[in-house]
């Protein structure tokens, strides 16, 4: 049998992808070789986000007493049981899927791991399965930099991070992406010692600069360590400790840690896939080259979700799987990156969509900036959340509003009103006529655009 759509990974975009052409009423071959589910739902977002509300109820308590409220005693962490109720959301999540893929008449699953014998061939389980077209998406995995002692010294990723029943007493947490942030809002709610250290002049080097000073400032002010603009050196195993030598300011620090946490980020997973089998182009890391609608040199051979290293969120992985296959069997779309909102789950929260100031400034663009802080947000000060502010990059002729970034309480629920903003291609003045509830974290649209027009 010769199946329409031959998809090498369960996760967010091989799962799309299939569902998609299943709709065309076409027969899918969906190769996974577990466990199944995907990066978001079993090490990525839901499992943190999970993990992430415990430390914010935490933190909530400590400050109960700002708000009237006395908590007698001493707050104790049951951390096996904050794991075990991550597991159970999980493994709810990944049976859904599982379930949903199982039912789907035009879906074949096949666990196992697949390898391309030809440009129309894949084998896996020393069986061959034959296909017109084919979607890579076999996701990513933590990058481990080779510096002098870190394997000796040993060390966790946001892998091993998310399992954790007994935490260290203190945490090196090296990098300042997303995820390492994330995991250092965490533990530091769960009293463990954190010092983040990391080679940018901020966290969030990708991201406008403003936007990370809040967020430094936060970590600080409650009890983070935060390193910038460092040279990582050597590890060492010193008795029960692990050390960390790096350049800072010139200077050599050498800092003891119970545990090294490693987040580098993420690379394109595509060894042993046999693309050597079907010579398509590759780039200076091996991923396959791609043109604008994901496809490889080989033209029925497509890549999505985190092996193409776009933008490795679950929402682009989740769009780029629809489209290959809405344009494979249905109608042709393109995608548009800007479009895509993004947020880092600290507190504060960060959320952007569209073009940020830095951009704007690369490209040149004839543009304004406005901010509105929250101090300055009714209902921010009523439940003591002043930190941050909204902020619109604005073409300055027109108006348009081009992008939009907050730093605050609830960032990623309230980006969404940017997301339409920038989907319509809005301008001020059309904001100027949005109405809002009074009082919101939401309306701090409303008071901003006021001070603009």
């Known amino acids: 049998m010769e199946y329409d759509l031959v998809v090498l990974g369960g996760g967010s975009a091989g799962y799309s992808a299939a569902v998609t052409a299943s709709k065309y009423n076409k027969k899918v071959c969906l190769i996974e070789k577990g466990p199944f589910g995907g990066l978001c739902i079993l090490k990525g977002c839901m499992p943190s986000k999970t993990l992430i509300w415990s430390a914010r109820v935490a933190e909530l308590i400590k400050k109960s007493k700002e708000f009237g409220i006395n908590v007698n005693g001493k707050i104790s962490y049951d951390i096996p049981k904050i794991i075990n109720r991550k597991n159970k959301i999980i493994k709810e999540f990944a049976d859904y899927r599982f379930e949903s893929v199982k039912k789907n008449k035009n879906i074949t699953l096949i666990n196992g791991e697949g390898k391309f014998v ?179 040199s080989a033209k029925n051979i497509f890549v999505a979700g985190d092996t193409n290293n776009i933008m490795k969120v679950v929402n682009v992985a989740v769009e780029q799987g629809r489209v290959i ?27 952007w969509i569209g073009i940020s100031e830095k951009d704007a400034k690369e490209r040149e663009l004839d543009f304004e900036i406005g901010k509105f802080p929250y101090a300055d947000l009714g209902k921010a000060e009523c439940y003591g959340e002043t930190e941050g502010f909204i902020k619109f990059i604005i073409e300055k002729r027109s108006k348009k509003i081009l992008g939009v970034s907050i730093i605050g309480h609830e960032a990623s629920d309230i980006i969404h009103e940017g997301v339409a903003l920038i989907y319509n291609k809005n301008t001020l003045y059309d904001l100027s006529k949005m ?19």
């Not at 870190?150 to 090196?172: C, N, Q, V, Y």
């Not at 109405?435 to 027009?453: A, D, K």
Request: charged share 30%; proline share 4%.
């Open 118 to 296: 030809s440009q129309n061939k894949i084998r896996v389980n020393n069986k061959e399965i034959e296909g017109k077209n084919f979607v890579i998406a076999t996701g990513s995995k933590v990058f481990i930099p080779n510096i002098n002692g870190l394997k000796e010294t040993g060390f966790i990723t946001s892998d091993e991070a998310l399992e954790l029943k007994k935490l260290p007493k203190s945490l090196a947490v090296l990098g300042g992406g997303p995820v390492t942030l994330e995991l250092a809002y965490y533990f530091h709610n769960l009293n463990v010692e954190i010092t983040v250290i990391q080679r940018g002049e901020h966290v969030l080097s990708e991201n406008d600069s403003d936007l990370a000073e809040v967020l430094e400032d936060s970590f600080r002010k409650n009890g983070i360590k935060i390193y910038s603009e460092t040279e990582l050196k050597r590890f060492s195993k010193i008795k029960e400790k692990k050390e960390v030598e790096f350049l800072y300011k010139n200077k050599n620090v050498k800092l003891k840690f119970d545990e090294i946490l490693v987040g580098f980020g993420r690379v394109p997973n595509v060894k042993n896939l046999g693309l050597e089998n079907i010579k398509v182009k590759l780039n200076d890391k091996g991923v396959p080259i791609l043109n604008d609608d994901l496809q490889t």
């Open 325 to 351: 296959s809405e344009n494979l069997f249905g109608k042709k779309e393109k995608i548009d990156y800007s479009k895509f909102p993004m947020a880092v789950f600290t507190h504060p929260e960060v959320a």
């Open 435 to 453: 109405q809002h509830i009074h009082p919101t974290f939401g309306e701090i649209y409303s008071y901003l655009v006021e001070e603009m027009l």
